[in-house]
């Protein structure tokens, strides 16, 4: 989710200068499918997060990597002022750094919203599901700092297990110039979640 990429571009730069505003929507629905039914559908959907991941990062200037970070994240389903919320909590770690960033993942009228928070910075994105539903692209909504951004998690599974593959790209002002920076990720469900957080 989005929150990995803020996250995870931070450590690499301190500070992000996020892409324009992009309007996207969610694949149509067949006009007779009720909005209960295309929830319901969303929720399988970000089911397949729940857990504890664990994996590696890269980011890339161009096709060179500049940074590794290993990453450790954990998802939960949680009730929120009366709405059904799924939580994340992400810890990032590179030479000797430390991040941490949360999210919150919610659906609303037949899409799927997530809005992240590291420090004192908010950012929101909205969801785009892939046909089958194993690829979710999140493209940011309504910020008007943004250079550019997209981040793309893929559910896959090999002998060992589970997988959530990510690619991603920011791009960014350096010295009044814009660099294109892109990520690409690999995390590996764990056996064993760690105990959930209390509610907030």
Request: proline fraction near 3%; charged fraction near 20%; charge should be negative.
């Amino acid at each position: 989710m989005p929150n990995r990429l803020i996250a995870v571009l931070s450590l690499c730069l301190c500070t992000l200068s996020p892409l324009v505003a992009q309007q996207a929507e969610t694949t149509p629905a067949s006009a007779d499918e009720s909005t209960t039914h295309k929830t319901a559908k969303l929720k399988t959907v970000l089911d397949q997060y729940v857990g504890r991941w664990v994996g590696t990062f890269e980011i890339l200037n161009l096709k060179q990597v500049i940074q590794t970070i290993e990453i450790e994240q954990q998802y939960w389903w949680d009730e929120v002022d009366g709405v059904t919320v799924l939580k994340g909590q992400a810890v990032m770690a590179s030479m000797g750094d430390l991040s941490t960033s949360t999210s919150r993942t919610y659906i609303e009228k037949g899409k799927i919203y997530t809005e992240t928070v590291q420090g004192t910075n908010e950012h929101f994105f909205q969801g785009i599901v892939s046909e089958d539903g194993k690829r979710i692209s999140w493209i940011s909504v309504n910020d008007d700092s943004i250079l550019g951004r997209k981040l793309t998690d893929s559910f896959s599974e090999d002998s060992e297990g589970q997988l959530l593959l990510v690619d991603g790209y920011e791009e960014v002002s350096i010295g009044g110039r814009v660099a294109m920076l892109t990520m690409r990720g690999k995390m590996r469900k764990a056996s064993s979640p760690t105990p959930v957080p209390s509610s907030n």
